[in-house]
């Protein structure tokens, strides 16, 4: 009995150090004994070192003068960007009038009947309500301006998608190439390429039209990949064993196996297409966006949003519509008769032909509701009410300023006080713990290039506002998902109010929460919250309602409570979704704190924005640079390896 009772001790200490975890922990331990008293005798002040900074001003400005100086010249600008900006122009411009030739009632004819072949009456009423709801605030031409760029850009994306998708799903070799550039394209600020963009092809039309690709073509891109790769073996074996060649396995049966994610890819790319069309009316893309930037600059909140719920309206219209047709490519492979979309299109054109006879092309001004007035009074009422003087509990101005002194400062001063190399310990050893070694590098490498472009203090300024914001995130998305997890009714309820949240474009949220909060880091910090918290909140939602139902009807046979049901199996099994909320949320965060330097934000979003006003590419580009690095950090540090997630580990 003594053995049995002596044996524990012994066996369960080698058995707690065979775990991985604790292995990583020891090592990092040791390297960490080693290496610091080495760097801190070599650099004891802690500071970035001159000696590994690269200045990358010079060649840049090089660059942008060249540019400049032969983009009315030079055969690649005169024989092949100037060909690539015409037919830009022209296929907006034919988009454009196409659409003002149809007439409101023709377009809202078009869409509620594409809606109605698509998904039935319910979807086809709620987009006739939808194009009429941007007429009656006064945005018609506004929206048609918007739709006509939006159709061109989105056709561009999903074919530029498809094609790398295309090439990554069908070579490992080119899926390993074009992994980091698709990561670089969706962490970039759309700010930082912009600038290029403007440089090459000027302000207008078509460079806000190739902003849009190169923001909105990746999705397509990965999930186009993602379908071909997933493709079911046993049925291209099939197709295989009866003699097809390379191209016909590919067309009649990768392709029809991937539908329902390139449908899905359509689907994001219109989502990310429409959230460009604000940033992209910094350039000239004009339409709704050019409207909510005007109303930034005079922060009218009013005339922001009744050019903002257009934008709202057509991304909830666009996303019903590509989901309800995905859910049918699922459920009946086996197309409806054509003959109903033929009577469908004769009933476009009578209406249209019927708009054009009546005189009633544009939308009569007398139907204009205006809401502009009725907002701003609101809000200025909240301002006076609610910005100081509001008793106990203080204003918002109050609470922006406690923000700002108890926990933006700190950590920024924190993090900006620490040695630079004790920071890339820190970064390797948290990315060592979820990932593997290769995972630590990566994330090591992309904080290093930070210190070596020479903007490491701005960097962990956005860094901490980054902080901030993820934890005021998960702590509210974490709650709210939860609880919309286990009631029906909650999720039902949010479900609309996260749509309008989470296709609102940025530029709005900037302008209430300057109303607020003031100018600064926190009312950065505040746009960045609201922006990020939907995509926490559904991803949180879903993991949970995706957790096996034995396992919770085990757990409840065993007398388990519901809060044991969610804390101990709920939580657990659904980590991986969890893990991602959190990585939704870094991205982001970030997408908006960088664009808070328009308010005041400061650190690289503000060199970000000082870079496009002034023409300055090194000042743009190295910023970008920077926001991209600690995007690519982030994801790192916060998403576990394919391998480890498999396994649970």
């Known amino acids: 009995m003594a053995t049995i009772t002596a044996s524990p001790p012994r066996v369960g200490l080698p058995a707690l150090l065979k775990h991985?975890?604790?292995?990583?922990?020891?090592?990092?331990?040791?390297?960490?004994?080693?290496?610091?008293?080495?760097?801190?005798?070599?650099?004891?002040?802690?500071?970035?070192?001159?000696?590994?900074?690269?200045?990358f001003s010079e060649p840049l400005a090089k660059a942008s003068d060249w540019i400049i100086d032969n983009r009315d010249s030079h055969p690649l600008f005169l024989y092949f960007f100037g060909h690539v900006s015409n037919v830009v122009v022209i296929a907006v411009r034919a988009v454009y009038l196409t659409l003002l030739a149809i007439g409101w009632a023709g377009v809202t004819a078009?869409?509620?009947?594409?809606?109605?072949?698509?998904?039935?009456?319910?979807?086809?009423?709620?987009?006739?309500?939808?194009?009429?709801?941007?007429?009656?605030?006064?945005?018609?031409?506004?929206?048609?301006?918007?739709?006509?760029l939006m159709v061109v850009a989105v056709l561009a994306s999903v074919a530029v998608g498809a094609l790398l998708g295309l090439a990554a799903g069908l070579s490992d070799r080119m899926d390993r190439v074009?992994?980091?550039?698709?990561?670089?394209?969706?962490?970039?600020?759309a700010f930082a390429y912009l600038l290029p963009v403007v440089l090459v092809?000027?302000?207008?039309?078509?460079?806000?039209?190739?902003?849009?690709?190169?923001?909105?073509?990746p999705p397509m891109a990965r999930l186009t990949s993602l379908g071909l790769r997933g493709a079911d073996k046993e049925v291209l074996e099939a197709v295989e064993s009866l003699g097809s060649t390379a191209r016909q396995r590919l067309l009649t049966a990768r392709i029809p196996l991937a539908r329902k994610e390139l449908l899905l890819g359509v689907n994001q790319t219109i989502m990310m297409?429409?959230?460009?069309?604000?940033?992209?009316?910094?350039?000239?893309?004009?339409?709704?966006?050019?409207?909510?930037?005007?109303?930034?600059?005079?922060?009218?909140?009013?005339?922001?949003?009744?050019?903002?719920?257009?934008?709202?309206?057509?991304?909830?219209?666009?996303?019903?519509?590509?989901?309800?047709?995905?859910e049918r490519l699922g459920a009946e492979p086996e197309p409806r008769s054509g003959r109903g979309w033929l009577y469908a299109l004769a009933g476009v054109v009578a209406v249209a032909v019927a708009g054009r006879l009546a005189g009633r092309l544009d939308w009569p001004d007398s139907?204009?509701?205006?809401?502009?007035?009725?907002?701003?009074?609101?809000?200025?009422?909240?301002?006076?009410?609610l910005y100081s003087g509001v008793p106990v509990v203080g204003g918002t101005a109050d609470w922006a300023g406690h923000f700002t002194t108890w926990v933006l400062d700190p950590m920024r001063d924190g993090l900006q006080a620490l040695p630079w190399w004790?920071?890339?310990?820190?970064?390797?050893?948290?990315?060592?713990?979820?990932?593997?070694?290769?995972?630590?590098l990566t994330a090591v490498l992309a904080m290093a290039a930070i210190g070596v472009l020479g903007v490491w203090k701005p960097s962990l300024d956005t860094l901490s506002q980054v902080l901030a914001a993820v934890a005021v995130t998960l702590v509210v998305g974490f709650a709210?998902?939860?609880?919309?997890?286990?009631?029906?009714?909650?999720?039902?309820?949010?479900?609309?109010?996260?749509?309008?949240?989470?296709?609102?474009?940025?530029?709005?949220?900037?302008?209430?929460?300057?109303?607020?909060?003031?100018?600064?880091?926190?009312?950065?910090?505040?746009?960045?919250?609201?922006?990020?918290?939907?995509?926490?909140?559904?991803?949180?939602?879903?993991?949970?309602?995706?957790?096996?139902?034995?396992?919770?009807?085990?757990?409840?046979?065993?007398?388990?409570?519901?809060?044991?049901?969610?804390?101990?199996?709920?939580?657990?099994?659904?980590?991986?979704?969890?893990?991602?909320?959190?990585?939704?949320?870094?991205?982001?965060?970030?997408?908006?704190?960088?664009?808070?330097?328009?308010?005041?934000?400061?650190?690289?979003?503000?060199?970000?924005?000082?870079?496009?006003?002034?023409?300055?590419?090194?000042?743009?580009?190295?910023?970008?640079?920077?926001?991209?690095?600690?995007?690519?950090?982030?994801?790192?540090?916060?998403?576990?390896?394919?391998?480890?997630?498999?396994?649970?580990?």
């Open 201 to 217: 092809f000027g302000i207008g039309v078509p460079a806000a039209v190739l902003a849009t690709v190169i923001y909105a073509a």
């Open 20 to 55: 991985r975890a604790v292995h990583k922990l020891l090592l990092l331990a040791l390297a960490a004994a080693i290496l610091v008293p080495l760097a801190n005798a070599r650099w004891a002040s802690g500071t970035w070192p001159g000696a590994l900074t690269v200045d």
């Open 273 to 326: 297409a429409l959230s460009m069309a604000v940033i992209a009316a910094v350039i000239g893309a004009g339409g709704l966006g050019d409207r909510v930037y005007q109303a930034l600059a005079s922060v009218d909140v009013g005339a922001a949003l009744a050019a903002g719920i257009p934008i709202v309206l057509l991304a909830v219209v666009l996303d019903r519509v590509t989901g309800a047709a995905g």
């Open 110 to 148: 078009l869409g509620a009947l594409v809606a109605w072949r698509v998904a039935g009456v319910k979807l086809a009423l709620g987009t006739a309500a939808a194009f009429l709801a941007c007429g009656l605030l006064g945005m018609w031409v506004p929206t048609m301006q918007t739709l006509a």
């Open 367 to 385: 139907w204009v509701v205006a809401i502009a007035e009725p907002v701003n009074r609101a809000v200025d009422w909240m301002t006076a009410h």
């Open 422 to 440: 004790s920071v890339l310990l820190i970064v390797a050893a948290l990315a060592w713990v979820i990932g593997t070694w290769r995972t630590a």
């Open 480 to 649: 709210v998902g939860i609880a919309a997890a286990r009631s029906d009714r909650l999720e039902r309820a949010l479900r609309p109010v996260l749509d309008v949240f989470q296709t609102m474009p940025q530029f709005v949220y900037l302008i209430p929460v300057v109303a607020l909060f003031g100018v600064g880091r926190a009312p950065a910090v505040a746009a960045a919250i609201v922006y990020a918290l939907p995509a926490v909140v559904r991803i949180t939602t879903q993991g949970l309602r995706q957790v096996d139902p034995a396992a919770l009807e085990s757990s409840s046979s065993l007398g388990a409570t519901s809060w044991q049901q969610l804390r101990q199996v709920q939580l657990p099994l659904a980590r991986p979704a969890l893990l991602l909320a959190v990585n939704q949320g870094l991205v982001l965060v970030l997408a908006v704190v960088v664009i808070g330097g328009l308010v005041g934000g400061g650190a690289l979003g503000y060199d970000v924005v000082f870079g496009l006003a002034q023409g300055d590419l090194a000042t743009g580009l190295v910023a970008g640079a920077a926001i991209v690095c600690l995007g690519l950090m982030l994801d790192r540090v916060t998403q576990p390896t394919e391998r480890r997630a498999k396994k649970g580990a």
């Open 178 to 189: 074009l992994r980091p550039v698709l990561d670089t394209m969706q962490v970039l600020p």
